[in-house]
């Protein structure tokens, strides 16, 4: 063929490829997914001169229409067009939040019952809009009529500004994002130990020194010894301030709840305002993380001071709720003081949860007296729930579902799928977290009504909400990286129809969303191509592994010698078999480009492997179901986590009592098992470990114990190898948690924990 000609060809080819596929379709864009929609022919095509259309005397709408022109960066009024965007209010519109969007090749309409409906229809236009976008003059929007509506009433997105201080241009910024992706609820957590954040002018020393600390940690709180960084850290928001991001989160539709922590998360209180304690301080800023034993104490002085700050507070917040708190406060000065057990004698409470109780109920009524309604962590539930108040669930479901029993709405942020501040993935290159594992999918897949309620019951189910705490997300960039991807993974759970909820095909519509914020110089996280490795013992000693990346898309070659793959490395498949110890290093690849860190799993082949186990004792609720195969899959946890899925981790006075069968008769030579250790954290290694062994099931037959001492572990993980040169088929460990945590140690008093991953059996 003549060169020409082919090249000719390839041409129009090509343009004829791009025009066939048009503007992307809404359905492959936009998040949360709405409701219904309908694809149609063609595409609308926006210019700087499409004329947007508000009806008269609708001056929220004004603001609608200067939002839809700030897309243009230009206000320049409207030239004649034939394509236009008609905004229309119809009060038959059936749902309230709801909208209907049809786009054509000659406009757009817009109809919905309320411009909060209106605006979400906007952010849905926008989200289409910037997918579509080719140059500065011309974007396309493919037809489609677009019917949505929320599913619960309540979207929520918290932010800890205590832990750290963020400025007002980044609420903004947040409050933006929560727009996008039609998010209703700030809850905007304003004071706690290591800072009090709001100006309140009856109480100057807020200010002065409630707002600001020495210092602060570096690092893990569990880390010991505690490093510090010598600097002072600090601010607040003016009430100025506040009043301006309550009428920018007012703009976008969204109700900001403030939270004000009592009795307990206060010792910055208590340091400008020390009268206000059961004990006599002086006390200091917070200046690392944990819950602290100094709290309000109950006396009328605090009750004055709580009623006056709140009054200020009311003042800048039109919405309902006010958030008081109310978790993790410990009993300890209540119990010690002679003013809080005759508060308690006086009004006949039975115990120090009662006088928080009490606490709560005192504040909910005077709350109520200003007309506004008091929510609270799950803790105050304790001691029995104030009359009308609203709870968060977030020490998992049960506080939500003993609420709602109660007849109380609830908000649903339990931490195992709403906690943005654990991590999202498992590679080393994470920044530091608290903790925990909560990946994308995983928030995805949240369900909100708990399948333990009835329908009438559930009907106080509100909603759900993201927390992002803040003690290991010290910048912007930092919440930018740990919320945004997930929020728009919940977004889609407090949105979107369950029954329509499908994570792959959301994941491919999170690409190009997190495609366009990184475009936008945000550092949203892209996780999507991280693998996650899984190892299974199975009975014919063989190690089955299993990779899968989130979006289920891309090549996953891997190594089985430790050395990095390549984009030529072997192709995976299907769950591999391996016989033998590997060090396995795997990743996903687009078209022969690295797109996630490499993930690693070391797997040590050993006698074990397939073992039926049986446990006499349960780990912890958490480890229940990791346990039998964690144990025995050649698969060791970090050395610097206990965190991942292969640490099993018995709680106070758990022990491992381990029954472990081969199924035959084996010749062995020692058995090895590594503890964590980290004092921190509340784990402690085992001081000794027993193991028996017989060569059938009955138990006469039972020889042993080889016992063998642990001396306390320098490093984070204790190894112990116990010789075993017997010939045996039934293996019994016995290793009894370390006890009580000695004195001068966190947590003294308490039970430690006892973690273990691998039992090797050689
Ligand atoms: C528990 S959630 C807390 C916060 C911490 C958070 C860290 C809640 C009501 N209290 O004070 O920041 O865990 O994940």
Redesign the pocket.
């Known amino acids: 063929m003549n060169k020409h000609l082919l090249l000719l060809l390839l041409a129009s080819y090509s343009v004829l490829t791009t025009f066939a596929q048009g503007p992307a379709a809404a359905a492959d864009i936009l998040i949360p997914k709405p409701t219904k929609i309908e694809a149609g022919e063609g595409y609308f095509t926006w210019t700087p001169g499409t004329e947007i259309s508000i009806p008269k005397n609708a001056r929220d709408l004004v603001a609608h229409s200067q939002l839809l022109k700030a897309f243009w960066g230009t206000n320049t009024p409207p030239a004649a067009t034939s394509n236009r965007i008609n905004l229309k209010l119809d009060s038959k519109f059936p749902s309230s939040e709801g909208y209907r969007l049809s786009i054509s090749a000659s406009g757009i309409d817009l109809t919905a019952a309320t411009p909060a409906g209106l605006f979400y229809g906007i952010q849905s236009l926008l989200q289409l809009a910037t997918a579509g976008r080719e140059s500065n003059t011309l974007t396309k929007i493919a037809a489609a009529v677009i019917q949505d509506q929320p599913r619960f009433g309540y979207r929520g997105m918290h932010l800890?500004v205590s832990?750290h201080f963020f400025p007002v241009a980044f609420i903004k910024e947040y409050l933006d994002m929560l727009a996008t992706y039609k998010f209703n609820y700030f809850h905007w957590h304003l004071t706690?130990d290591q800072g009090w954040r709001i100006e309140i002018k009856r109480y100057p020393k807020l200010q002065q020194v409630a707002a600001w600390r020495e210092e602060t940690l570096q690092g893990h709180a569990r880390n010991q010894p505690a490093r510090y960084d010598g600097r002072a850290y600090g601010g607040f928001y003016t009430q100025s301030e506040v009043r301006e991001i309550v009428k920018y989160a007012q703009e976008r539709y969204i109700t900001i709840i403030p939270e004000i922590e009592m009795p307990g998360?206060s010792v910055a209180v208590l340091a400008a305002y020390p009268e206000l304690a059961c004990t006599d301080g002086p006390f200091k800023v917070a200046t690392k993380?944990g819950?602290f034993e100094d709290v309000f104490c109950p006396k009328e002085e605090t009750f004055t001071f709580l009623e006056n700050v709140l009054s200020e507070v009311i003042a800048l917040f039109p919405g309902k709720y006010i958030h008081i708190?109310g978790?993790?406060c410990p009993k300890t000065r209540w119990k010690e003081s002679s003013l809080a057990q005759a508060v308690m004698k006086t009004n006949n409470l039975a115990d120090e949860d009662e006088l928080q109780s009490y606490f709560i109920r005192r504040i909910e009524a005077f709350l109520q007296s200003k007309g506004k309604r008091l929510m609270g962590?799950d803790?105050i539930l304790e001691g029995g729930l104030a009359p009308n108040a609203t709870v968060?669930s977030?020490?998992g479901i049960q506080g939500g579902i003993d609420a709602a029993r109660q007849g109380h709405d609830v908000v649903m942020?339990p931490?195992q799928y709403c906690?943005f501040?654990?991590y999202q993935a498992d590679n080393a290159l994470e920044p530091l977290a608290?903790g925990?594992m909560l990946p994308i999918e995983k928030v995805y897949s949240y369900e909100p009504i708990p399948a333990e309620l009835t329908p009438q019951e559930s009907r106080h189910i509100l909603g759900a909400q993201g927390?992002v705490?803040?003690?290991y997300i010290a910048d912007p960039a930092d919440v930018q990286y740990m919320a945004y991807a997930r929020m728009m993974a919940l977004s889609e759970v407090v949105w979107s129809d369950p029954t329509q909820k499908e994570f792959r095909g959301f994941a491919q519509r999170l690409a190009p969303q997190l495609n366009h914020w990184q475009q936008q110089g945000i550092n949203v996280a892209n996780r999507l191509f991280d693998l996650s490795c899984s190892s299974r013992g199975l009975p014919s000693g063989g190690i089955e592994v299993t990779l899968k990346n989130p979006i289920g898309n891309g090549e996953i070659r891997y190594e089985l010698d430790g050395r990095d793959p390549k984009p030529n490395s072997p192709l995976y498949q299907e769950a591999m078999l391996l016989e033998e110890s590997a060090l396995l290093r795997a990743t996903t690849f687009v078209d022969g480009k690295q797109v996630a860190p490499v993930a690693w799993m070391d797997i040590y082949h050993h006698l074990g492997i397939g073992a039926k186990l049986s446990l006499s004792q349960a780990p912890a609720n958490r480890y229940l179901s990791l346990a039998p195969n964690a144990l025995l899959n050649g698969v060791r946890g970090r050395n610097n986590r206990f965190d991942d899925q292969e640490w099993i981790g018995f709680d106070q006075g758990h022990n491992l009592v381990a029954l472990i069968d081969m199924g035959t008769s084996k010749p062995l030579q020692y058995l090895q098992l590594r503890f964590f250790h980290q004092p921190g954290a509340w784990i402690y290694a085992p001081k000794q470990i027993e193991v028996y062994w017989a060569e059938d099931e009955a138990g006469q037959q039972i020889s042993g114990p080889v016992r063998m001492d642990i001396n306390s572990p320098l490093d984070q993980v204790a190894t112990v190898r116990v010789p075993l040169p017997k010939t045996t088929r039934f293996l019994r460990i016995l290793v009894p948690n370390a006890g009580q945590i000695p004195a001068g140690q966190p947590g003294a008093g308490n039970g430690a924990w006892l973690f273990v991953d691998e039992i090797e059996i050689h």
């Open positions: 800890d832990r706690d998360h993380w819950v708190g978790d993790e962590w803790e968060m977030w020490r942020t931490t906690y501040d654990y608290i925990g927390n705490w803040t003690e």
